[in-house]
């Protein structure tokens, strides 16, 4: 089995389709099904269903599948073991982010470390945290900066560099903004735009709400952290953001939690995988965000 049908292999079970594995690889579909089908030869048999205009795997592909990865992995750590030997740092470095902590953590950073290290080529995937644990665990991208889980998977190293407290927030003209001790029940009478309801952060705030036995009313969520700030500025909704959003047109809500609790915090932090040995670059990169 050569490496690259087992790359082909694992692209069209990651997209679902040929077509879309052939994009990702830059490759033409004949070219994707001509290495499909000679891994197929070699194995003497086939590895998907093809009954529909998604591919699925059949029982072959399933038990080929973690094995692919395994083979694969530890090629590419083979290889990524013996560059380091030469202590260079160059080369591709791959890292996913969040919009906000790309604006808003990373500019500094980014610019020293690029400064540096101007042999190393960076490649920034702005998606949402969540997503960030899947691309690193298909070995899309060697490191996350991210809002960290509240559990971490057994595959991830995990360590957080900075608490990001969450504040509740809204217009000066909303009609908490101004009172005392604002209760969760109130809170709830009145729409709310947060972020969707996948997001490690909406799951922070939905908590302190189910344990009153209270539901939000959303009026609309976005995974962008600056249109939710710019829907509860125009006077849409109350929301819940990073302290570090506060402007001139928005007051933090003086909200009481029962039990004498505080609004959540976020713990922003840097994942990679257990199992992968990390590059110089990445090691790098690792130790300036640690001393920025």
């Known amino acids: 089995m050569d490496t690259n049908s087992l790359i082909a292999f694992l692209a069209v079970v990651d997209c679902g389709s040929f077509?879309?594995?052939?994009?990702?690889?830059?490759?033409?579909?004949?070219?994707?099904?001509?290495?499909?089908?000679?891994?197929?030869?070699?194995?003497?048999t086939s590895?998907?269903?093809?009954?529909?205009?998604?591919v699925s795997l059949n029982e072959a592909g399933r038990t080929l599948l973690p094995r692919a990865r395994?083979?694969?992995?530890?090629?590419?750590?083979?290889?990524?073991?013996?560059?380091?030997?030469?202590?260079?740092?160059?080369?591709?470095?791959?890292?996913?982010?969040?919009?906000?902590?790309?604006?808003?953590?990373?500019?500094?950073?980014?610019?020293?470390?690029?400064?540096?290290y101007p042999n190393v080529d960076l490649d920034i995937r702005f998606v949402d945290s969540e997503a960030s644990y899947e691309m690193l665990s298909r070995g899309e991208v060697e490191l996350g900066v991210i809002t960290l889980s509240p559990e971490t998977p057994s595959h991830v190293i995990s360590e957080k560099i900075w608490d990001d407290p969450l504040v509740?927030?809204?217009?000066?003209?909303?009609?908490?903004?101004?009172?005392?001790?604002?209760?969760?029940?109130?809170?709830?009478?009145?729409?709310?735009?947060?972020?969707?309801?996948?997001?490690?952060?909406?799951?922070l705030v939905q908590r302190l709400f189910k344990e009153e036995r209270l539901i939000l009313k959303t009026a609309m969520s976005t995974n962008y952290l600056e249109t939710l700030r710019m829907l509860a500025s125009i006077g849409l909704a109350?929301?819940?953001?990073?302290?570090?959003?506060?402007?001139?047109?928005?007051?933090?809500?003086?909200?009481?939690l029962k039990e004498g609790r505080?609004?959540?915090?976020?713990?922003?932090?840097?994942?990679?995988?257990?199992?992968?040995?990390?590059?110089?670059?990445?090691?790098a990169f690792l130790d300036l965000v640690k001393n920025n």
Not at 171 to 200: C, I, M, R, W
């Open 168 to 203: 509740f927030m809204a217009a000066k003209d909303h009609p908490l903004a101004g009172k005392k001790n604002v209760s969760t029940k109130q809170l709830s009478e009145y729409q709310a735009v947060l972020p969707g309801s996948k997001t490690f952060t909406y799951g």
């Open 47 to 54: 590895l998907f269903d093809r009954t529909s205009r998604r």
């Open 262 to 283: 505080h609004p959540p915090v976020r713990q922003l932090g840097i994942i990679c995988h257990r199992k992968r040995t990390l590059s110089n670059s990445a090691n």
């Open 70 to 116: 395994q083979m694969l992995d530890l090629l590419s750590d083979t290889r990524q073991e013996l560059t380091n030997l030469n202590g260079e740092i160059k080369g591709p470095l791959t890292i996913a982010t969040s919009h906000h902590i790309g604006l808003h953590r990373l500019p500094t950073v980014l610019k020293a470390f690029s400064s540096r």
């Open 19 to 44: 077509s879309e594995a052939a994009d990702k690889l830059f490759l033409t579909q004949p070219a994707v099904s001509k290495r499909i089908s000679g891994l197929e030869d070699q194995l003497g």
């Open 238 to 256: 109350w929301c819940i953001l990073p302290k570090t959003m506060l402007g001139d047109d928005l007051v933090e809500l003086d909200v009481l």
